[in-house]
């Protein structure tokens, strides 16, 4: 993954609306983006570097503005800025503060800057996926195009392989479908992804996915997914830091009795020792430890 500053360490005690879910993902994984746009087929590059900036855009007059998320994202070719916002009605009122956004971060920053809008109801991603155009007769002053993520062309995540490969993706894809037919089948393929990252990763999206679906039946099954699934989850992280300990108490042998026999262990040896994780291969070592004639030879 390309580097980014992580702002949710401690997201637990901030998600408290829909709102706030749809836009928050892309802080916790901007990489997110560019999945997203791979599948709408946007030219972007693929980002090697992504900051997140501040969200306040208010000048000096006292009406405040501030926009959801905000992205510096750098691929190979280019470094631009992205404006992230959560939309679940048509407001006006978006048509004009949407171009404020860019045009006073243009300004703000010397660099392009994109609009993203994510929703979850169809009719709001096509009303929001429309050029915003400031004109009169004959005349334009400025137009700008928003790019939407929505029902409508968010791919929907049901493989648990799929959902695992990519779990914010997997988180999005839930989010925004959270009214589609095929909302119970996407959250237990995340459901499932979940058992197969960190524990606290898997928290930050369990909270994030809960916020995003809100008060809604798809939030009542992924209450219930998660009751049945946390559980799980801590088993599986106790098994794998079980197994670590194991394998670290293991490959600590395996040097041990090298050494005493006389052997000498290269710091390549026994990095490769330490950094081995696969228990049977590391009884199998500890077996030829104690016959080998170097220390490499326990390796063929």
């Known amino acids: 993954m390309w580097p980014y500053s ?82 679940r009605s048509e407001d006006a009122d978006k048509l004009i503060s949407w171009p404020y956004y ?14 993203l809008v994510i929703c979850q109801d169809e009719k709001i991603a096509r009303w929001a996926d429309k050029p915003i155009t400031a004109a009169s007769i004959g005349r334009t002053s400025f137009v700008a195009y928003p790019l939407v993520l929505g029902p409508h062309n968010v791919p929907i ?26 909302i119970g089948a996407i959250l237990k393929a995340l459901a499932g992804a979940l058992q197969s990252i960190d524990e606290s990763d898997a928290e930050v999206f369990a909270l994030l996915t809960e916020a995003g679906l809100g008060k809604t039946p798809a939030g009542d099954t992924w209450r219930h997914l998660m009751t049945l699934t946390s559980s799980m989850i801590r088993t599986v992280t106790t098994e794998r830091i079980r197994d670590e300990g194991r394998a670290e108490e293991a490959a600590g042998s395996v040097i041990r009795i090298l050494e005493r026999r006389g052997l ?22 500890l077996d030829r430890a104690t016959t080998a004639t170097s220390a490499e030879e326990i390796f063929t």
Not at 10 to 15: A, C, D, E, L
């Open 102 to 115: 860019l045009t006073y971060l243009h300004s703000r920053y010397k660099l392009i800057p994109h609009l």
């Open 157 to 182: 995540v049901t493989d648990p392989a799929e959902a695992a490969a990519d779990v914010p993706l997997a988180a999005l894809s839930a989010i925004t479908h959270v009214n589609d037919p095929c």
């Open 264 to 285: 000498t262990v290269s710091a390549e040896v026994r990095n490769r020792i330490g950094s081995c994780t696969d228990l049977e291969l590391l009884r199998d070592w």
């Open 6 to 87: 992580h702002p949710i360490a401690n997201f637990r005690h901030m998600v408290g609306a829909q709102h706030e879910a749809m836009h928050r993902i892309f802080q916790d994984d901007p990489g997110v983006f560019a999945r997203a746009i791979h599948e709408l087929k946007l030219p972007f590059g693929d980002p090697i570097a992504v900051e997140i900036l501040p969200t306040d855009v208010t000048e000096i007059e006292p009406l405040e503005r501030r926009i959801d998320t905000l992205l510096r994202i750098t691929t190979r070719d280019e470094t631009f800025l992205l404006v992230v916002e959560a939309q």
